[in-house]
């Protein structure tokens, strides 16, 4: 139980064109969704949380205008990158928690996304 | 916020022998600590995790600590084999869910 999926896999998009990443859970339903971002050898930065019907929480540092993040469902997450550069270029992993019940308890994440934007 | 520090960041260790991985963090509303074991180019995997109310908890060859009052946890992996060698993350999760820079583990046959 408790799977997560993500998708694409991996995207290689031109730079200043947008792309949106799914995030799902598949067994279960999520009441928060995590966004991540992580590059090569280094640990995963949160991006953003967001539960279901309201708006995500960003953290400091990150666009919000350039990373959008819809949660409509308790299913469903997913983040587009507009108009992307090639610094955007990262594997972005999503997680969902509320397995459990408890939101806070056992992020499940997704195998991760890897953008190239050339 | 909270702030989760690992060490070591690399650790290599001949196999059959013990790897420990040690975190501290600051929130002391943090109640849940998960582990993570993140193979090169995969998800995080949880392998193990330990609440609060809870001082060590073991599965197979993998342990954790966890010390409340000097707000640490370490990953103990006994008997070491090749396919341990992967990237650890620990977390500490109380109102925010942080994660530690991480440690990149190489059991050496």
């Known amino acids: 139980g408790a799977v997560v999926s993500q998708h694409p896999s991996w995207v290689i998009c031109k730079s200043g064109t947008s792309v949106k990443i799914e995030c799902r859970s598949l067994?279960?339903?999520?009441?928060?969704m995590f966004w991540y971002r992580q590059f090569p050898k280094q640990s995963l930065m949160l991006m953003a949380t967001?539960?279901?019907?309201?708006?995500?929480?960003?953290e400091q540092g990150v666009e919000k205008d350039k990373f959008l993040i819809n949660h409509a469902s308790l299913t469903l997450s997913t983040l587009t990158v507009t108009s992307a550069h090639p610094e955007d270029s990262s594997f972005y992993i999503c997680?969902?928690?509320?397995?459990?019940?408890?939101?806070?308890?056992?992020?499940?994440f997704g195998p991760g996304t890897r953008l190239t934007v050339t | 916020g909270e702030n989760v520090e690992q060490h070591p960041s690399t650790l290599s260790v001949q196999e059959g022998d013990s790897a420990v991985i040690k975190c501290t963090y600051s929130d002391s509303a943090s109640n849940y600590f998960p582990w993570y074991k993140q193979e090169l180019g995969k998800r995080p995997q949880l392998i193990i995790d330990i609440r609060s109310n809870v001082g060590e908890k073991k599965d197979q060859r993998i342990a954790v600590t966890l010390n409340k009052t000097a707000k640490h946890f370490s990953l103990h992996i006994t008997e070491t084999q090749p396919e341990d060698s992967a990237v650890y993350f620990c977390a500490a999760s109380g109102n925010q869910f942080y994660f530690g820079t991480g440690t990149s583990l190489t059991v050496i046959p």
């Open positions: 967001s539960n279901e019907g309201s708006k995500a929480t960003y």
């Open positions: 997680s969902a928690s509320g397995a459990s019940g408890n939101p806070r308890y056992e992020q499940y």
């Open positions: 067994d279960f339903q999520a009441t928060t």
